[in-house]
């Protein structure tokens, strides 16, 4: 079975739960950005969560299946339709051969997740299928005309519970390793500061605008290990969050990292959406997720 994809959207790519093991030799986990969506969407169809998926950037994907299978859009909330007729979100579907499914605009968030029953079977690489959009590992972005591979013997789609997303509150962050780099308490002054997402944010850092962080050391810092959610914070003073697709090593001092249960809303934040940060509890409970 196949799917050909007759839009490809602004951004769509092949994401499953990334490929770690692999930094020492510079090369960066990828994966899909919401974890939780991409999870439940595999669970609607009766696959494992770790089946590969497609990722839409903002919606505009059209894609057309050859045979009969079971479908499910979750992440980001907008129009799903097939054959021009409305479906509900975060609900598995059976899209019979010959039917279009589009994914369209979101009204809320960025990052929609189509799962397919049997899971987007492309050849993985370094034991994962997920596409590394900075580097360009894995499977190439996808395209208009692209036919992408379904793989056979899917479980039979069950009812899931799908609660709504948590209340929109501050990012929870831990500290990082160089606050002696900056004046003051730079973990406390990201947290008692409003910030907005930048357009130019994307699968390998999350930029944000507001209040600068000033530093008090000059000077080169020797490149180091980088992880996800790291906060790094470039000579301009505006912080970056790092995601899935970060570079392994960086030469910015990082103040701060982010709660990974924490991680999945920054995949749905958009350019102009306010962020607050607050510090972590040591040992408090996790954040509920989807």
Known sequence: MSLQVLAAGHLTT???????????????????????AAALANRLVGNAV????????LGGLVVRADRDCWVAVTGAEGPVTVDGAARAHAQ?????????LEVGTPW?????????????????????????????????????????????????????????????????????????WFAGDPLAAL???????????????????????ERVRTGELASEGMVHGAVQVPPSGQPIVFLADHPTTGGYPVVAVVEPADLWRCAQLRPGDEVRFTPARRGGAAAPTR
């Open 191 to 213: 947290c008692g500061a409003a910030y907005r997402v930048e357009g130019a944010s994307d699968r390998v850092g999350l930029r944000l605008a507001g209040r600068s962080l």
């Open 92 to 100: 598995a579907e059976r899209l019979r051969a010959g039917a279009v």
């Open 14 to 36: 092949v994401q499953d739960r990334g490929r770690p093991g692999w930094a020492h030799l510079g090369v960066a986990r990828a994966g899909a950005l919401d974890g939780p």
């Open 108 to 180: 809320r968030g960025v990052r929609s997740y189509l799962a397919v029953g049997g899971g987007i079977a492309v050849e993985p690489v370094l034991g994962s299928r997920s596409t590394d959009t900075l580097a360009w590992v894995g499977p190439p972005r996808v395209e208009d005309g692209t036919v992408l591979p379904v793989g056979s013997g899917p479980g039979e789609p069950a009812p899931h519970d799908t609660p709504r997303p948590p209340a929109p509150g501050p990012l929870r962050l831990h500290p990082g390793p160089r606050a002696d």
């Open 50 to 57: 770790d089946a590969a998926v497609l990722e839409v950037t």
